[in-house]
């Protein structure tokens, strides 16, 4: 079967905006600083490996002047042997060849406090003594230890630090997610949303551990070994050297530059294309039932493998441009060292001049290098902070008041007083002037089409949403007055569509109600006809629900909900008719259970059967967002209008 493989493109989301190199880092700062502490341990230790480089260097010039000088010396010795100068003039000779040149200073210094303590660090021949070769045998090491602590500390306190700002910004991000509203809610792709909280943060990760490391320890190398450098120009009189290091060391920054916005670039693009990917797995997966029933595996297969080429093409851009700088770099590098060694030859420098300053010269490549690639992971980096600030800086949260009501207990009648309510994205109102009341005690219905407003009635009775205009009120206080926690701990729902989480049936019923006992468990799974089919499976209460509870049957999930509601016990309750989609004994068993948590509470209830609502108190019909007709069932009946087609509608069916 020939494939076809659609266009899969990132939709970007409606709080997606750009952020600044200093804003996006900035807030990133306002993480790590928390554990800062640590932070500076590890970039102090990253600072220090580059003092251990200053020994290495320093032997460097005084070698590679014992070997000119001693073929200094020789040289006299031979022209004596051949009748051109003395035998008696040549160790004068190689003597004032010995003072001419002379020892490093810091190496003079150290000769002369070695001859104090009675330490001769050269023998009579002015050749390596054995003192001074057992203190190189056991300095070296030492430097070699030190420097493999320092970065064992630096790479670990870095690393520390990096996964703990990664976690504690994941934390943030799920926290202000939940915190939102429904509208948000209803407006995002959560699939997408998922892979902002999972793998952009990975991408920070980088930022902090690799990017900060090498940023404690290349800068360092790099002013270790050009202030070597510089020393060496003028111990050596070779300033005109420090003239070209000055012209010369900017351009290694060339290539980083002109090559950083492509890399931002197609990073983000990376980035957002990953979300599709992430998005396609989250929609496969929740509606792998509609995707079994219809036979479309190999169609959701290739928009799945579209997805990932797209994601993979934008993917390699970005790693063509970052591997593009390393060799940049490199090449820039070489030109200059090139130009540097034909200067030299030019000027008749000598090899132990050239040495001293080519070896710093040579290892400033690798944290230049370094320096290169910390470019490219700066902009991976700020095109996922650019994504995480987007989520975090969009505010759809429903507002609590400064001074917000505290409210226990719910006494006398709820007040939907001229409230109107739109979505968004939509273009009439969801609810239009709806006014009643909701007596405590008393059972109010609402039906209607679908779309009529139903839905989104108890939604704001909820408060899932504040009213565009008009108030709710309890007792008198309005909804937005009362503290959120105490409005919810008043307010319990069942709804159509029953999802469970993925945990024990103990746990699904005790949700929200986390002090509750076992005991107090089973009770309210009794009361709500449960226990029976959980006891007669294996692990009972222990047993796992599954995926969204799909390891239960819809009544048996039904029930479960109902169990988790009687047991957080609410004085009102909101019912989104929960036995519609039910076989006629399992609607029974539902149908009782509701019944028992209905008793003494003040209810509100969603009718689609309209036979489990004969008995309400108050039934409300609803079309196009308004309140029609109002009244029992018998008023409504006898009324002749809207209630009574659909009632009749129902019977014929």
Not at 456 to 480: H, N
Not at 535 to 553: C, T, V
Not at 611 to 634: C, F, K, P, Y
């Amino acid at each position: 079967m020939a494939r076809h493989r659609g266009s899969v493109d990132y939709r970007k989301e409606f709080f997606d905006r750009e952020y600044g190199a200093k804003e996006a880092y900035g807030r990133l700062w306002s993480y790590a600083r928390r554990y800062r502490v640590r932070l500076f341990a590890g970039i102090i230790c990253g600072m220090l490996t580059a003092g251990t480089l200053v020994p290495f260097f320093g032997v460097i010039q005084p070698a590679l002047e014992r070997v000119e000088n001693r073929q200094e010396k020789t040289a006299p010795d031979q022209a004596a042997q051949d009748g051109t100068v003395s035998a008696a003039q040549a160790p004068e000779a190689g003597r004032d060849g010995k003072k001419a040149k002379g020892l490093a200073k810091d190496y003079g210094k150290v000769r002369k406090i070695a001859e104090k303590v009675g330490i001769d660090l050269q023998d009579e021949d002015d050749a390596l003594g054995l003192p001074l070769l057992f203190l190189i045998i056991i300095v070296v090491p030492v430097v070699a230890l030190a420097r493999c602590a320092l970065l064992f500390l630096n790479h670990y306190c870095l690393a520390w630090v990096a996964m703990r700002s990664i976690r504690d910004i994941r934390v943030d991000v799920m926290k202000h997610v939940q915190e939102q509203s429904m509208q948000f809610h209803g407006r995002i792709d959560v699939g997408q949303l998922m892979a902002r909280c999972t793998n952009d943060p990975n991408q920070l990760k980088l930022v902090l551990q690799r990017v900060v490391q090498e940023l404690a320890q290349a800068p360092f190398e790099i002013a270790v070994s050009v202030g070597f450098i510089i020393w060496s120009a003028v111990q050596n009189h070779m300033l005109p050297t420090l003239g070209m290091l000055v012209i010369g060391f900017p351009m290694f920054m060339v290539p980083v530059v002109a090559l950083s916005k492509k890399i931002r670039k197609w990073s983000k693009k990376s980035l957002e294309r990953f979300s599709v990917v992430g998005s396609r797995i989250h929609e496969v997966l929740t509606c792998i039932r509609v995707v079994k029933a219809y036979d479309t595996e190999e169609f959701e297969s290739d928009k799945f493998e579209s997805a990932n080429d797209q994601t993979l093409k934008a993917t390699l851009k970005s790693v063509r441009w970052g591997l593009l700088v390393g060799p940049a770099v490199e090449t820039v590098g070489i030109f200059l060292i090139c130009g540097f060694v034909v200067w030299c030859y030019f000027e008749n420098v000598k090899l132990s001049t050239i040495v001293p300053m080519l070896a710093p010269l040579l290892l400033i490549y690798r944290p230049l290098k370094q320096l290169s690639k910390i470019q490219m992971q700066v902009e991976q980096g700020r095109a996922a902070l650019t994504r995480l600030w987007s989520v975090m800086d969009v505010d759809m949260r429903l507002p609590e008041a400064a001074n917000p009501v505290s409210k226990a207990s719910f006494c006398g009648k709820i007040v939907f007083d001229d409230v109107s309510f739109r979505y968004d994205t939509a273009d009439r109102d969801a609810v239009s002037h709806a006014s009643f009341e909701i007596p405590r005690g008393k059972v109010v219905a609402v039906v209607g089409g679908t779309g009529s407003g139903k839905s989104t009635m108890s939604a704001l009775l909820a408060r899932f949403f504040d009213p565009a205009s008009g108030r709710i009120t309890m007792d008198g206080v309005d909804l937005r007055d009362i503290r959120i926690k105490d409005l919810r701990k008043l307010i319990g729902s069942v709804q159509q569509e029953t999802l469970l989480f993925n945990d024990t049936i103990e746990a699904n019923i005790r949700y929200g109600s986390p002090g509750a006992t076992h005991d107090e468990v089973v009770a309210a799974a009794k009361m709500a006809n449960a226990h029976d089919f959980i006891m007669a499976q294996p692990g009972g209460y222990s047993r796992i629900a599954g995926e969204k509870g799909f390891a239960l049957s819809g009544g048996e999930r039904q029930r479960i909900a109902i169990a988790r509601a009687i047991l957080r016990n609410p004085p009102i309750l909101i019912l989104d008719e929960a036995t519609s989609a039910l076989d006629t004994v399992t609607e029974k068993l539902v149908q009782d259970a509701i019944n028992n948590l209905m008793k003494d509470r003040t209810t509100f209830a969603i009718a689609h059967r309209l036979s489990t609502i004969r008995n309400a108190d108050t039934i409300l019909v609803m079309q196009n967002g308004e309140i029609v007709e109002r009244g029992t069932h018998d008023e409504l009946y006898a009324a002749n209008g809207v209630y009574r087609r659909l009632c009749d509608m129902q019977h014929q069916n």
